[in-house]
């Protein structure tokens, strides 16, 4: 089993939906939990960071986490073409330095 | 956010040629940088943890004579592909994690696109 599993869509959505994108993960030690865009053919931009669970808005961008049910999610609001991007989601546990990844969904937002 | 810096962005050379990728932490330092390899439309690859005045710890299947890895200072980290072949070719990115900062933060670099001829 993956640590960290991300569906890779593709997901499609038109103009102004909430988009809602997800992972789960096998490790309760995971604490620390990100959320990146990265738009073809650049490095991935860090969107969210969350520490533990609860959530956390910043603009259209929500991120959230469940620890209990080792499952975090992103949503996005009014969403933009500006939008269409894979998005990575990220975690990594209280000691070390070992990040762990999703696959990456990738996002189309159909003007 | 913090910001990392890859140098060159895009880079061509001749079948044989080695090419070094520069990887700098702009506004604080990183004990510990990252180096992946990205092929189109897939996830990011960890090639090696490199860690600030020691040797790079290289994942399974990595060469570590191929891919030399130097992490000199708390602001830059090098990866050398040394004796390019065209099967080389791919989106080098590098990430880093402040020194002393929460775990958690990661910040990428914009990435290296390498091709080889």
């Known amino acids: 089993q993956k640590e960290v599993e991300q569906d890779p869509g593709p997901l499609s959505v038109p103009e102004g939906a909430i988009v809602s994108l997800n992972c789960t993960y096998s490790?309760?030690?995971?604490?620390?939990f990100m959320w990146y865009r990265q738009y073809s053919r650049k490095g991935p931009e860090l969107l969210m960071y969350?520490?533990?669970?609860g959530n956390k808005e910043d603009g259209r961008f929500t991120a959230q986490v469940d620890k209990s049910s080792k499952y975090i999610s992103l949503f996005i609001r009014d969403s933009q073409p500006s939008d269409s991007a894979t998005y990575l989601c990220?975690?990594?546990?209280?000691?070390?330095?070992?990040?762990?990844f999703g696959t990456g969904t990738s996002l189309t937002v159909i003007p | 956010g913090a910001v990392v810096s890859q140098h060159p962005s895009w880079v061509i050379c001749k079948s044989g040629t080695s090419v070094k990728i520069e990887c700098r932490s702009l506004?604080?330092?990183?004990?510990?940088m990252f180096w992946y390899r990205q092929f189109p439309k897939q996830s990011l690859m960890l090639m090696a943890t490199?860690?600030?005045?020691?040797?790079?710890?290289?994942e399974q299947g990595v060469e570590k004579d191929k891919f030399l890895i130097n992490h000199a200072s708390l602001t830059l980290s090098t990866l050398t592909v040394t004796s390019a072949h065209p099967e080389d070719s791919s989106f080098y990115i590098c990430?880093?994690?402040?020194?002393?900062?929460?775990?958690?933060?990661?910040?990428f670099g914009e990435g290296s696109r390498l091709t080889v001829l």
């Open positions: 490199s860690n600030e005045g020691s040797k790079a710890t290289y």
């Open positions: 990430s880093a994690s402040p020194a002393g900062g929460p775990s958690g933060e990661l910040f």
């Open positions: 990220a975690m990594s546990a209280n000691t070390g330095n070992q990040f762990y």
């Open positions: 490790n309760s030690a995971f604490q620390y």
């Open positions: 506004d604080f330092q990183a004990t510990t």
């Open positions: 969350t520490y533990s669970s």
